[in-house]
C-alpha cells in the first residue's frame, strides 16, 4: 500500500484565499485524523472522522475551517478565507478501529504558509 | 487535554541505551499506552504499544509499571538517527477515542 497520500505538499497563498487540503486514507482504514502542527501549540487534533462520519470536531479552530469526508478514500480540510495564522504543517493519519496494532498512520504533511 | 507527561528532552550518547519515561497516572483500565516519534519534519511514526505486560519488539522495548500509572521506552543502542521528538499516549481501542499528543520528549543522541 501506498501509504496516507496528501495533497499538496507545500502550498503559498495570500490571506483572504481559499485553501484546500488534501488525504487519500490507507485502503480498508476507517478513522481518519487531520491535524495541525506548529512549533508553538504542537501537534493538534483538528477533527476526525469514524466510517466517513465525524466524531469530534472540538479541536476546529474556528468556523473559517471545515472538513468533509465523502466516501472511505477521500478526505478534505478547508481554510476560507485563510490567515496568517494558519500557517502550520498539517497532518492526516488514518487507523483500522478497533485494530489490535492500532497503529496510527500519518502522511507527509501539507505545509502551508498564508502570507 | 493529552494524558501523559513527558520531560521535554533528553540527551543520551551514541550506542548507549535511551530510557524515555512517560507518567500516565489516570490510565484507564482499557487504556493502552502507544509510542510514536517524529523525525524532523516527517508525520509521526508508531514504535511500540503495551496494555500492562512488557512489550518488544525489532524498535523497542516497552516496559509499564504493575500499577500502569507509568511506563519506559527502551531503545537499546541508540543511533544518531534515533534523534527525534518521542511522543507517549494512552488511548482505547474504542472508535470514537481521541488520539491526543503531548508535547512529547525531544531525544538528543550525542556522538
Known amino acids: 500500500d501506498a501509504g496516507v497520500i496528501q495533497s499538496p505538499r507545500h502550498e503559498v497563498t495570500e490571506m483572504g484565499q481559499e485553501v484546500t487540503l488534501r488525504c487519500k486514507p490507507i485502503s480498508g482504514h476507517n478513522s481518519l485524523f487531520w491535524y495541525r502542527q506548529t512549533m508553538m501549540r504542537g501537534l493538534e487534533l483538528l477533527i476526525y472522522?469514524?466510517?466517513?462520519?465525524?466524531?469530534?470536531d472540538s479541536g476546529m479552530p474556528e468556523d473559517r475551517f471545515s472538513a468533509k469526508m465523502p466516501n472511505a478514500s477521500f478526505s478534505t480540510l478547508k481554510i476560507q478565507p485563510s490567515e496568517p495564522r494558519d500557517s502550520a504543517v498539517y497532518f492526516c493519519?488514518?487507523?483500522?478501529?478497533?485494530?489490535?496494532?492500532?497503529?496510527?498512520?500519518f502522511g507527509e504533511g501539507s505545509r502551508l504558509t498564508v502570507l | 487535554d493529552a494524558k501523559t507527561t513527558q520531560p521535554p528532552s533528553m540527551d543520551c550518547a551514541e550506542g548507549r541505551a535511551a530510557n524515555l519515561p512517560c507518567n500516565h497516572s489516570t490510565i484507564s483500565g482499557n487504556e493502552y499506552v502507544y509510542w510514536y516519534r517524529q523525525i524532523h519534519s516527517q508525520g509521526p511514526q508508531y514504535i511500540i504499544h503495551g496494555l500492562k505486560n512488557n512489550e518488544t519488539n525489532e524498535m523497542a522495548s516497552l516496559i509499564i509499571t504493575e500499577d500502569r500509572k507509568s511506563s519506559t521506552l527502551i531503545l537499546p543502542h541508540a543511533t544518531l538517527r534515533d534523534t527525534a521528538v518521542y511522543y507517549c499516549?494512552?488511548?482505547?481501542?474504542?472508535?470514537?477515542?481521541?488520539?491526543?499528543f503531548g508535547k512529547g520528549t525531544r531525544l538528543h543522541i550525542l556522538p
Open positions: 499516549i494512552v488511548r482505547s481501542s474504542n472508535r470514537d477515542d481521541k488520539i491526543i
Open positions: 493519519a488514518s487507523i483500522m478501529t478497533p485494530a489490535n496494532t492500532g497503529e496510527l498512520f
Open positions: 472522522f469514524n466510517n466517513n462520519v465525524p466524531i469530534d
